[in-house]
């Protein structure tokens, strides 16, 4: 494998086309998507930007009108390189798209992969194009005089090809043994990674972090006893071939010299990724840097040959004969002096800006929000595979932002490129703008979607008094048809599922401003239509949940209302149906942390796993971006000592009001005992959450971890499926019966 090349995966990622059906007048929009894509690529994988005072917005928004006007592909060539300057790396730049390496041409490759020459010198060609068995054999027949030999030239030059390069790889192991005279060592080097999103404002349950992973440095050890004298090796390389470490290692102790058929820097040895600009272009981006080590003085050429010294065969290739020459030299038995080595600056964490004073983004600014909330949800959305075509979003919103003149309207087009991150931990807050999408205060109802339709299941005494009864069905909110509210809500607002977008909608729909009084036009369960109204005061407020958060109930079955069990609580409530037929867990809500005291207490299956996690793990060699990389089972906690079991049956009560920790505790549950679940389906949104900042003080939440039960199955999207199902009717609300837990009942009581 090319030692300056990452893997083959993350490279067709990188140049994967952004808009491969883009017109003509689209060109500039497909120019800042590939652009975008870039600055990402440099973002989250270039290590300068852990630790260097780089202003990486800046170079963006920078380059986004010298791009958007380029009228050639040079100016926007060099826009583009006028952004990469900002890094100040000569190794990250545009350059012409690579065109396949020309072979070599007939009698251009020597006869021979080893040959003799005069002065007790052996000549290795590991870039010959002969028969793979043929070579093999050619450097087994040598072997002894490999051995014997003091002074060897390799030739390394592969012109870039990258099978070529990884090739002569293989066969510079086979022989490194013959070359080695003396312990020594490559430089190591060093890669960002991110495992998960961190985030960067507050913390998060979910442990993500930024840092680096440092590769173990290659050593070099000679065979026992094997070369009473040090060799002296000549490597030929040319600046498009990787320099292996073996080379490297070796002239850092004064055993090879490097001869340079042109120019030899950094990027011979570095980790580097392309990403396709299009129209010819490709952007080389440094993913990697090299650690310094003591005596070593950086990558340098010993000897340089003009680079279109090409040469042929024989005595026509200048820097061949320069390497010959540099092998029969005597050489100082000292290793080369070289100044002290400057450790590498240590990263830290810099969080991206939210530039809360501009309410009114230019249009660099709304396109810098694009590209950068698009970019963390490709490298670190751990469902991006669930979500349809993300990259058509880019070029999509980028265009709309062109069409998106004021603070509102910019606002609340980011607000619509996040739905297409359907789930219910997607959220998008903080522009004034995005505060007013919605009112304020609610009415004093609960309602629900049930039957086709919004109906009322709790309403406070105001509400009955003002004509509102449980099972009624909302027809219109003020004015508004219920139909068209729900479709206008959904273009700003997302979910997992329609379920749960529905039933969310619904209850938004119901807000407005302190003081205002809501029309509501209602269906009775006769048909008939009849108007209400109420005014909205914060005062009022729906009723709570009656009874007691334990009890036992006839037929000898416990019940729990987990969403107001308190985690002090656990204990008692175990005491409190201590001996009961089952237990119903009724989760249509949200808990308060207690599945981690409850799963043990009926883990009956004495299970050790309650769920399973999955991150992005984003580095240089991450297979793909958006993939959750990075995998670990969470344990279900052991029971402490001395404590009962309960052991009968329990069942979970659930509907899209179980989201995320609702769920989760229904994974451990599930694992622990083989909980059954009653009601409809959850939310499917599970993953703890994290956040960043754009432009205009706004911020953005979203999942960062892909959650699944413990065999595996996935969740999200899905929800906790319920092993029997059942909904409210509108009749069995209007009576006042919880139709969900009487089925609960009879599955305890009769089994079935």
């Known amino acids: 494998m090319r030692r300056r090349?990452?893997?083959?995966?993350?490279?067709?990622?990188?140049?994967?086309?952004?808009?491969?059906?883009?017109?003509?007048?689209?060109?500039?929009?497909?120019?800042?998507?590939?652009?975008?894509?870039?600055?990402?690529?440099?973002?989250?994988?270039?290590?300068?930007?852990?630790?260097?005072?780089?202003?990486?917005?800046?170079?963006?928004?920078?380059?986004?009108?010298?791009?958007?006007?380029?009228?050639?592909?040079?100016?926007?060539?060099?826009?583009?390189?006028?952004?990469?300057?900002?890094?100040?790396?000569?190794?990250?730049?545009?350059?012409?798209?690579?065109?396949?390496?020309?072979?070599?041409?007939?009698?251009?490759?020597?006869?021979?992969v080893v040959r003799k020459l005069d002065g007790g010198v052996i000549q290795l060609d590991l870039t010959a194009s002969k028969d793979v068995r043929a070579v093999f054999q050619e450097l087994e027949a040598a072997a002894p005089d490999v051995d014997q030999v003091s002074a060897l030239v390799v030739d390394l030059r592969t012109g870039g090809d990258y099978a070529a390069t990884a090739y002569a790889g293989i066969l510079l192991d086979e022989i490194s043994g013959s070359l080695i005279s003396r312990p020594c060592r490559a430089p190591s080097q060093r890669y960002l990674l991110h495992s998960g999103f961190q985030p960067h404002d507050g913390s998060s349950s979910g442990g993500y972090f930024s840092g680096f992973l440092t590769q173990f440095a290659a050593s070099f050890e000679p065979r026992a006893a094997k070369h009473a004298t040090r060799k002296r090796v000549v490597f030929v390389v040319d600046p498009k071939s990787s320099l292996p470490p073996l080379a490297v290692a070796l002239q850092a102790v004064g055993d090879a010299r490097l001869v340079s058929q042109g120019r030899l820097s950094e990027e011979s040895l570095v980790s580097t990724a392309p990403v396709d600009l299009g129209e010819g272009l490709?952007?080389?981006?440094?993913?990697?840097?090299?650690?310094?080590?003591?005596?070593?003085s950086g990558v340098h050429a010993d000897v340089e040959v003009p680079e279109g010294d090409a040469g042929g065969a024989g005595d026509t290739d200048g820097a061949l004969q320069a390497a010959i020459a540099e092998a029969r030299k005597e050489w100082p038995e000292a290793p080369p002096s070289a100044s002290a080595a400057q450790p590498l600056p240590d990263p830290v964490f810099r969080p991206d800006r939210g530039y809360p004073d501009m309410q009114e983004p230019a249009l660099e600014y709304r396109q810098l929000a694009v590209i950068r909330a698009w970019n963390v949800i490709h490298y670190f959305y751990p469902y991006l595979h669930l979500i349809g075509d993300w990259n058509a979003v880019l070029p999509d919103f980028l265009a709309r932002m062109e069409e998106a003149k004021t603070g509102k309207d910019y606002a609340l087009t980011l607000a619509e490129m996040m739905t297409r991150v359907p789930d219910g931990h997607t959220n998008v807050w903080g522009h004034p703008a995005l505060e007013a999408r919605f009112g304020r205060v609610g009415l004093p109802i609960q309602v629900r979607w049930i039957e086709g339709a919004p109906?009322?299941?709790?309403?406070?005494?105001?509400a009955k008094a003002a004509g509102i009864d449980l099972g009624d069905a909302l027809v219109s909110v003020d004015g508004e048809p219920v139909e068209a509210g729900l479709e206008r809500l959904s273009r700003t607002i997302t979910s997992s599922t329609p379920w749960a977008l529905r039933n969310l909608a619904i209850r938004i729909l119901l807000l407005g401003e302190k003081g205002s009084t809501a029309a509501l036009k209602l269906r009775k369960l006769d048909g008939s239509e009849r108007d209400a109204s109420l005014v909205r005061d914060p005062k009022m407020t729906p009723p709570k949940p009656q009874g007691d958060v334990v009890r036992v109930l006839p037929g000898n079955l416990g019940y729990v209302d987990l969403p107001r069990l308190a985690r002090g609580e656990v204990d008692a409530m175990f005491e409190k149906v201590k001996g009961t037929r089952g237990l119903i867990l009724d989760m249509r809500g949200y808990p308060q942390g207690t599945a981690w005291s409850i799963a043990p207490r009926i883990n009956t299956r004495n299970a050790k796993v309650g769920a399973q996690f999955r991150r992005s793990q984003v580095s240089a060699f991450s297979a793909e971006e958006g993939e959750a990389g990075f995998y670990f089972s969470q344990p279900i906690p052991e029971l402490p000592p001395g404590v009962e079991k309960y052991t009968a049956p329990t069942v979970m009560l659930i509907d899209d009001r179980a989201i995320s920790q609702s769920e989760h505790s229904g994974l451990f549950y599930e694992a622990a005992n083989g909980t059954k679940f009653i009601g409809s389906p959850t939310a499917g949104a599970n993953g703890d959450v994290t956040r960043f900042p754009l432009p205009g003080g706004i911020w953005v939440m979203f999942g960062g971890h892909d959650v699944r039960h413990a065999d595996g199955r996935q969740l999200q999207r899905v929800g906790l499926v319920p092993d029997i199902e059942v909904e409210p009717t509108r009749k069995g609300v209007a009576e006042g019966r919880d139709e969900v837990l009487e089925r609960a009942v009879r599955y305890l009581t009769e089994g079935k």
């Open 282 to 296: 490709t952007a080389q981006v440094r993913v990697g840097e090299l650690v310094p080590m003591p005596g070593w």
């Open 455 to 462: 109906v009322v299941v709790a309403a406070s005494d105001e």
């Open 5 to 112: 090349a990452i893997p083959a995966a993350l490279a067709l990622l990188l140049t994967c086309a952004v808009s491969a059906a883009a017109q003509p007048q689209d060109v500039h929009i497909d120019r800042l998507a590939r652009v975008g894509r870039l600055w990402g690529t440099v973002r989250y994988l270039h290590p300068y930007v852990a630790y260097r005072d780089l202003d990486w917005d800046a170079a963006l928004v920078a380059a986004i009108p010298k791009v958007r006007e380029a009228k050639s592909v040079e100016e926007y060539r060099a826009a583009v390189q006028g952004m990469l300057d900002a890094l100040g790396d000569p190794v990250t730049r545009v350059m012409d798209a690579a065109a396949p390496p020309a072979p070599k041409a007939p009698g251009e490759a020597p006869s021979q």
